[in-house]
């Protein structure tokens, strides 16, 4: 289970938001015989890592440009392990950005032309859309690859890649036996190379949108509605939120259990045991979820393209403002935050763009150090071991 809350609301942890070295536990008066305890087992049990929180500060990165320096960019996915950025650039060419784990600032690269839109659990693989090539799969070693396109069609787009780096997703058109062009949803192995998977209804289009971490599970949106599809069961329909008749499945986590969306203006988280249920907000217009933690805790998207939002645990969105400064990131100098469209695995970097002293920037958002499991435990150990014993 993935903690997606920052370290400054565990009470006694950080204060202030200030960060340190390592956690420093708030700890009540001490019983002696409780303090023997304490200092004998759990602390020697601290010493050797297992709860060792690194120092990190919680930050909001403007992400750079060929020359360092902050430009005009669109990240549109991080990796589910937070240390890979993909997107675009205005003069369009496809980059990836990576963070130094040393010096934690970002490094940028130019994959091809066009806009990256994917990119794999730890980074090594990037997807996206050649504009001129159409699909195109990057790797460090290998470079570009053009994917091609469908038998009969002659363009494509990627817009996603599995979490293994082996799978990618998306569009590309057709020619049927009537010479009608139609859009086709494809998945694309080394094996098997492009592969339509299909539409709801015949005469009708489909576009592959999201993937899980190993392939087997592709959503997106035929006919004006969402679809998962399985090799097993075919595309399969999603429905829609009562009243509406349009929906679209935007991404999905990494087992598959969990996909999201938005149906008419409302947005939508699915499961096979809940179905379909709506994600809104307090604010009126149209709510687009856009990427999900591994567990599905925590969402990210927007509000009608200008609004950055997030649902954490609840079916009721927040700002991203809000979200950010609840976890003491500082927002000086952020006039809006515009949209939200990617999160890592675990919730701690959050990437997106908005207004930075008047000009639209990139960003990435690190929440600071989330701690493992077993530190709740500790914590609650730490608590009953200072019980004051009542004379």
């Known amino acids: 289970m993935y903690l997606n809350q920052g370290v400054s609301h565990l009470n006694g942890v950080w204060r202030q938001g200030r960060t340190a070295p390592y956690a420093l536990l708030r700890i009540p008066m001490f019983h002696q015989n409780s303090f023997r ?44 392990d937070g240390s890979v950025i993909v997107g675009g650039l205005p003069s369009s060419p496809a980059v990836r950005w990576a963070r130094d784990s040393v010096t934690q600032t970002y490094g940028i690269i ?119 599809w399985t090799s097993g069961s075919g595309m399969v329909g999603l429905g829609f939120l009562a009243g509406q008749s349009s929906s679209l499945a935007s991404a999905i986590n990494g087992d598959g259990s969990m996909i999201i969306g938005h149906s008419g203006q409302s947005g939508f988280q699915w499961t096979s045991s809940g179905g379909m249920q709506s994600l809104t907000g307090a604010y009126n217009g149209s709510y687009i979820p856009r990427a999900l933690t591994a567990d ?46 990617g999160i890592s695995a675990d919730g701690r970097y959050i990437v997106g763009y908005g207004v930075y002293e008047g000009q639209q920037r990139g960003f990435v958002a690190d929440i600071g150090v989330i701690p493992a499991p077993g530190a709740i435990a500790l914590l609650g150990m730490a608590g009953i071991f200072g019980t004051r014993r009542r004379r």
């Open 37 to 80: 305890i304490f200092t004998r087992i759990l602390l020697p049990v601290l010493s050797v890592g297992v709860f060792v929180l690194p120092s990190s500060a919680q930050t909001m990165t403007i992400l750079p440009g060929f020359d360092s320096t902050p430009v005009w960019s669109v990240p549109n996915a991080i990796s589910g």
């Open 110 to 228: 130019r994959c091809t032309n066009g806009e990256a839109l994917g990119v794999s659990h730890d980074g090594s693989v990037v997807v996206g859309d050649n504009y001129y090539a159409g699909s195109f799969r990057w790797t460090a070693s290998g470079g570009t690859q053009n994917l091609g396109s469908m038998p009969t069609g002659w363009q494509s787009a990627a817009r996603g890649v599995s979490g293994d780096g082996l799978v990618v997703v998306g569009n590309g058109n057709i020619v049927d036996e009537f010479n009608q062009g139609w859009n086709r949803a494809y998945r694309w192995s080394a094996s098997t190379g492009m592969q339509s998977i299909g539409t709801l209804t015949q005469w009708t289009n489909s576009n592959a949108l999201g993937v899980n971490f190993d392939g087997s599970v592709i959503v997106g949106e035929s006919n004006n509605q969402a679809f998962r």
């Open 296 to 341: 599905g805790s925590v969402i990210v998207g927007t509000l009608g393209y200008g609004m950055a939002m997030v649902w954490a645990n609840s079916n009721t969105a927040i700002t991203l403002g809000e979200y950010l400064s609840a976890h003491s990131v500082s927002l000086t100098g952020w006039s809006s935050l515009t949209d939200a469209r």
